[in-house]
Each structure stands twice: as structure tokens, then as C-alpha cells.
């Protein structure tokens, strides 16, 4: 008869299927906590990947006010701008000007070489950086000066009779156009 002990005993667990089992579970829980982490991650690190500006359409003003118009007019636009967690409104000047073919365009302000705002100098027919005398034509085309390339153009539309840009920020100092976040 065998001994007592022998009877009461589980059959040993092989070494090998007690890792595998250890190993499985560890898996599983490295990817549940894993999936867990990544909404407080993205929450974490929203200000930091999140643009500074939400590109978004701002209204210039109606269009009837701009049928007639013989020279660049400056508007201020708002838009929301984002600092972290917080969201604030903030007022940027854009120019709206006619292109070659008589077509409304706007024109950011900011200077395209180290950012100054650029008045349009009216007596000179021309827009003129107070910072280095950067020159542009009406139409934002450069005419001389150190800026390295025209002013920056933004996206335009005509909604019930109003006229909408889309403000966004340019890399300074580039030849061409660089949006910024
Ligand atoms: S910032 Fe406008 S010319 Fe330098």
C-alpha cells in the first residue's frame, strides 16, 4: 500500500507549463495596463502635440464692403489660440488686397522676415516693414528689402456674403512658405 502523503498529493505541475502560464498572464496584463495608459498619456501630453492654433475660418468682413476696394485694408481677425490647457481669443491684423486678375486676397501682417507687423504705407503705395524697410507691392509680392520671400497669403471663402480667412502662422526666414503649428 503506498504511503499516505503520495495519495493526497496534485500531480507536480511541469516547470515548463507553470512558466508559460506565469508568462501569458504577465502578457495579458502588460497589455491591458498598456491600453489603459494610453488615454492618460494622449490627456498628458495633449497640450504639447496639440497645436497652438486649431486652424479654423474667422470672418473678415461682409463682402460688399470690399467690392470697391482701391487699396490693401487692413481687419483684425479672431481666432482661438491655445497656451497648454488654456484657450484664449486673440485678435491678429490681416490685409485685404486684390490680386493680379482683381480677385480679393488676404494677406497676413506679419513680416515674413523676422515678424514685424507690415503697414501699407499709403503715400508710398506700398506695404513697408517699419523694422528693416522690407517693400511688398499691394498684392503682397516682395519689392525689396531683406525679407526672403513675398507676404503670406491665407485661405479664403465666401460664405453668405461674408468673407472668411483661415489665419495660420509662417515660418520666418524660409524662401518658401512653412506653416507653423
Ligand atoms: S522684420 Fe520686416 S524687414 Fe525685417
Redesign the pocket.
Known amino acids: 500500500m503506498p504511503p499516505l502523503e503520495s495519495l493526497t498529493e496534485e500531480p507536480p505541475v511541469e516547470p515548463n507549463r507553470r512558466s508559460f502560464l506565469a508568462g501569458l498572464l504577465a502578457a495579458g496584463s502588460a497589455t491591458v495596463g498598456a491600453l489603459l495608459a494610453v488615454p492618460l498619456v494622449r490627456f498628458t501630453l495633449h497640450p504639447v502635440l496639440a497645436r497652438t492654433t486649431e486652424k479654423s475660418w474667422s470672418d473678415v468682413g461682409k463682402i460688399d464692403e470690399f467690392q470697391n476696394l482701391a487699396f490693401p485694408t487692413k481687419k483684425l481677425v479672431t481666432i482661438e489660440q491655445r497656451d497648454g490647457w488654456r484657450r484664449t481669443l486673440a485678435e491678429k491684423p490681416v490685409y485685404v488686397s486684390k490680386n493680379e486678375q482683381g480677385q480679393l486676397i488676404v494677406l497676413s501682417a506679419v513680416?515674413?522676415?523676422?515678424?514685424?507687423t507690415?503697414p501699407w504705407v499709403e503715400k508710398e503705395n506700398k506695404f513697408i516693414?517699419?523694422?528693416?524697410?522690407?517693400k511688398f507691392a499691394a498684392d503682397g509680392k516682395l519689392l525689396g528689402?531683406?525679407?526672403p520671400r513675398n507676404m503670406d497669403r491665407l485661405e479664403t471663402k465666401i460664405e453668405d456674403g461674408v468673407l472668411k480667412t483661415q489665419y495660420q502662422f509662417f515660418r520666418?526666414l524660409t524662401r518658401n512658405e512653412e506653416e507653423l503649428a
Not at 516693414?129 to 522690407?134: F, K, N, Q, R, Y
Open positions: 513680416c515674413t522676415h523676422l515678424g514685424c507690415v516693414c517699419p523694422c528693416h524697410l522690407g528689402g531683406p525679407p520666418q
